[in-house]
């Protein structure tokens, strides 16, 4: 049996898009190893493959990094294996090195176009530092992934090579038992507008949704996750107005995380066009919700607009006004015509956007080495 690691820089937990890679893998009759680092609030993990986590001494930062790819290339040079996969630029330098060194074959993935996050986009040095790494090694790699058209269109006006587009949404599981507001400890009798993510960084207008949600009486804001700007979040929601309007809830497991959004009326997407890899987005949470059945309000990114307009799935906010994005809120919770529209869309959209549909391109890209 043929054996791949995988590796990513986060703890293995939330990360669904790997999860299912990995899963497909096995599928496939390989044998993985999935590769990440322990943190303190890591959760158990019960795979169908194998995982490690790292325990490294530093958390962030350009030690971190170097840490990492070092206790990453010592580990891929002295375990065997007969294929790497890299997900992310910044796994990218250690399976780089171990794929010339040991001649085995090299699969990267790329889940956003790393240079333009917006941790890097005001730090010329250390965004320069990232795009040289890139400009390196993208042009001698052999099959590359990424996750939507966007990115791969830019990918390919700068190096010459399109990547295999590999969509991260959920598949057509079953949903098990679904519990009830009272059982998750859910306020009765108020609609839920939900924000998920592993993700509630700056700005993904988390910040204006908080603002916004004072302005509809009838609803409370669920945000779930984890994220850079979770606590300036919880003090915004300590003003008054805000009192009781507001629920946090840590990064949970993914299965356990939709109970929650399936009982929500409105999902929210309001990344913000304030840098290329957020303009041309396509997250996760966009996918569960429409699995989840419920309509969406997105800020205009074209390969959400795309989405949520070509399936008529919801609304698109025209700006991150508080108050615009609470008249849209409020005429998605009052509209029931457009509500039984979108309802019925949405049916339609899981059944096209699926993970079973996406993983055809991912199994014809790695049959070559089972």
């Known amino acids: 049996m043929n054996k791949v690691i995988v590796s990513v820089t986060n703890d293995l937990s939330t990360d669904q898009r790997v999860d299912k890679v990995c899963t497909t893998l096995t599928g496939m009759g390989l044998s993985v190893m999935l590769v990440g680092r322990k943190l303190a609030g890591s959760m158990l993990l019960d795979r169908p493959y194998g995982t490690r986590r790292m325990n490294l001494l530093f958390h962030k930062g350009p030690l ?44 990267y993935d790329s889940h956003e176009y790393f240079t333009e996050t917006p941790e890097l986009i005001n730090r010329p040095i250390v965004q320069g530092i990232w795009r040289w ?22 990918f390919a006006k700068k190096y010459g090579k399109r990547p295999a587009v590999v969509r991260n949404i959920p598949g057509t599981a079953g949903t098990g038992i679904q519990k009830t507001l009272e059982e998750l400890g859910l306020p009765q009798g108020k609609s839920i507008v939900i924000m998920q993510g592993a993700g509630i960084n700056i700005q993904r207008g988390s910040e204006e949704a908080i603002e916004a949600i004072q302005y509809v009486p009838e609803a409370i804001l669920l945000i779930i996750g984890s994220g850079d700007v979770i606590n300036e979040l919880k003090k915004q929601a300590e003003q008054p107005s ?54 969406v309000l997105a ?3 074209p390969e959400i607009t795309r989405i949520v307009e070509g399936y008529n799935i919801g609304l698109i906010a025209k700006s991150h006004n508080p108050k615009e994005i609470a008249a849209k809120i409020n005429r998605m919770l009052n509209d029931k015509e457009s509500r039984k529209v979108w309802k019925e869309n949405l049916v339609k959209a899981s059944e096209s956007l699926n993970w079973e549909n996406e993983e055809k391109v991912l199994k014809v890209i790695y049959q070559k080495y089972v």
């Open 242 to 295: 805000l009192k009781g309007k507001v629920i946090f809830l840590p990064k949970m497991p993914y299965t356990e995380m939709m109970q929650y959004t399936r009982l929500a009326s409105i999902g929210l997407t309001l990344d913000k066009d304030t840098n290329i890899n957020y303009r041309f987005s396509l997250p996760n949470k966009l996918f569960d919700y429409i699995h989840a059945g419920i309509p």
């Open 64 to 107: 971190f990094y170097a840490e990492y790819n070092f206790r990453l290339l010592f580990l891929l040079l002295f375990r065997k294996c007969n294929l790497l996969v890299s997900n992310d630029l910044d796994t990218l330098p250690a399976n780089f090195l171990a794929h010339r060194l040991k001649n085995i074959p090299l699969v």
């Open 133 to 154: 790494i890139e400009g390196r090694i993208f042009p001698s790699l052999g099959d590359i992934i990424t996750v939507n058209d966007s990115i791969a269109e830019l």
């Open 299 to 301: 800020s205009r990114l």
